[in-house]
């Protein structure tokens, strides 16, 4: 279309298109939160849930870039898939309404941006060049247009400006105003300090987990959905009746995205712990292990081929996550934070890294792992290593699970820390990383294999004897956290010499 001349709607032509917001998918709990944040602006006309990722998404995905990691392949599989829907709801909402034609949309895709060395930060730079050329065709046919908001984005406010029109202009005027006051020239920082600390008083009030006008329920559906998960993946190894859980779970999440008040969330919550209370199990002492790992693969069920929520349930082992939705928007926003904070002291700041002293340089996202790990290295690589040493001498799990996309830098160097964890401590180890394969049959090898080996280290812990088994891994716990101080007060005096890490 492009060789023969075809000319590709742009948002500014003079059309008045009505928008369209479209996500890829990443998990159930994502997909509630954004449906909850579009309820609450008055959006949710405009928005369209993405599918569950399948192989569908592998398979769109995998068209171009295949020496990417598999978390590009699936959210942009899962992107295409969703932009299909649209079409199709498009054409749908047309002969609803008896229109002769539908009518032109305007088409936001909306993916987030990452720092540092992760191929995440290039997903939306990559996918705002290859989703208009992949659907030409129909965007031309349709006069419709199509865009990506992602930070940074060019005439983010004039679009912010229009949902505003469409929805609750009150809750999104800090947003709005934020935006202006960014797209001006010279950006915040040319405003006086007292204008910037209230436009981030106000954006803040808008986005407070706790009192945040614009995303409060959207927080409480988020906590609430994660306790429910954590549930599961307990009652899951002890089900009498496979599938049980993952019904109850499924309910919890199409229940919880009906509500949008908070008595009304905590009724649901209650509900579904209930309900998984009541399923029948046994009470045998099971394993338990750490899942940690890329968020993307951790989170998406399909990206670990089940692995969370099936396969290592099946074989009768519970899971504590190492890392969820909610831990990464909180650290994300605490960095905002930090930013926010050393930016009023930038002058100080860098006249103390002049003389070798580095205050607030940088969140520190890994307290527990050092010094297994003493440097960023990006993604979620230092947080891995943090969750499975705290793990192991708080929670006294006994094996780490760790996933992650084949070829993923951080991942590759948190997993040769995360070995030396375990051989520390003790524990088993059981690293999986996916790419865009479908067969999991070499999975299930692994994880079933891991899993015996788990339960014959609990016979011998005594298992069979409760009382005698709960008095064993008391004294674990303590060995491993003595294991622990002492390797602080060595890693203390040997740091003591140095001038760096």
């Known amino acids: 279309l492009y060789k023969t001349g075809a000319v590709m709607p742009t948002p500014n032509d003079g059309v008045k298109r009505k928008p369209l917001l479209l996500w890829p998918h990443m998990s159930p709990i994502l997909d509630c939160v954004v449906e909850e944040v579009f309820y609450q602006a008055g959006l949710s006309g405009i928005a369209l849930k993405p599918d569950i990722v399948s192989e569908v998404a592998i398979e769109l995905g995998n068209y171009k870039y295949t020496e990417s990691c598999c978390p590009y392949a699936l959210s942009t599989g899962s992107m295409m898939d969703a932009i299909r829907k649209a079409f199709r709801f498009i054409e749908e909402d047309a002969k609803r309404r008896g229109l002769d034609r539908p009518e032109p949309r305007r088409i936001m895709l909306l993916q987030g941006r990452g720092e540092g060395p992760c191929t995440y930060g290039w997903y939306a730079q990559l996918q705002q060049i290859e989703m208009p050329k992949m ?172 692995t969370i929520d099936n396969l290592l349930g099946r074989e009768g082992i519970e899971i504590v996550e190492g890392i969820t939705l909610g831990h990464f928007i909180r650290t994300s926003l605490g960095e905002m934070k930090r930013r926010a904070l050393t930016g009023r002291i ?92 479908t067969e999991i049959e070499r999975l299930r090898t692994e994880v079933s294999t891991f899993a015996a080996m788990l339960k014959i280290q609990a016979e011998k812990n005594g298992a069979h004897d409760p009382a005698l088994y709960r008095q064993r891994k008391a004294a674990e716990l303590k060995r491993r956290q003595a294991l622990g101080k002492t390797l602080e007060g060595i890693w203390r005096r040997q740091r003591a010499r140095r001038y760096v890490d």
């Open 135 to 306: 659907f030409a065709e129909e965007l031309i046919a349709g006069n419709h247009t199509m865009e990506m908001a992602t930070v940074g984005l060019s005439g983010v406010a004039d679009f912010m400006r229009e949902l505003s029109q469409m929805g609750d202009a009150q809750k999104l005027k800090p947003i709005l105003d934020m935006i202006d006051a960014a797209s001006q020239p010279g950006g915040l920082q040319a405003l006086p300090w007292w204008k910037q600390q209230r436009l981030k008083m106000n954006l803040w009030k808008a986005i407070h987990p706790c009192k945040g006008t614009l995303t409060r329920t959207a927080w409480a559906k988020m906590d609430a959905l994660e306790e429910i998960r954590a549930k599961t993946l307990i009652v899951r190894a002890h089900e009498y009746n496979r599938g049980e859980t993952t019904a109850v779970w499924r309910e919890a999440c199409n229940a919880m995205s009906a509500v949008h008040t908070l008595p009304e969330i905590e009724e649901v919550k209650r509900t579904y712990l209930r309900k998984l209370d009541e399923i029948d199990q046994d009470h045998d002492i099971k394993p338990r292990v750490l899942a940690v790992g890329e968020i993307y693969v951790a989170l998406a069920s399909f990206a670990n081929r089940g």
């Open 346 to 437: 930038k002058p100080l700041l860098e006249y103390l890294k002049q003389h070798n002293v580095y205050l607030w340089d940088k969140q520190d996202r890994g307290t527990y792992a050092k010094p297994f790990a003493l440097h960023e290295v990006g993604g979620d690589g230092v947080r891995s290593v943090s969750d499975a040493r705290h793990a192991i001498e708080h929670l006294g799990v006994d094996g780490i699970v760790h996933i992650y996309p084949f070829k993923c830098m951080p991942e590759m160097i948190a997993k040769t820390a995360l070995a030396e964890v375990a051989k520390f401590y003790g524990v088993r180890y059981l690293p999986l990383n996916f790419d865009k394969e």
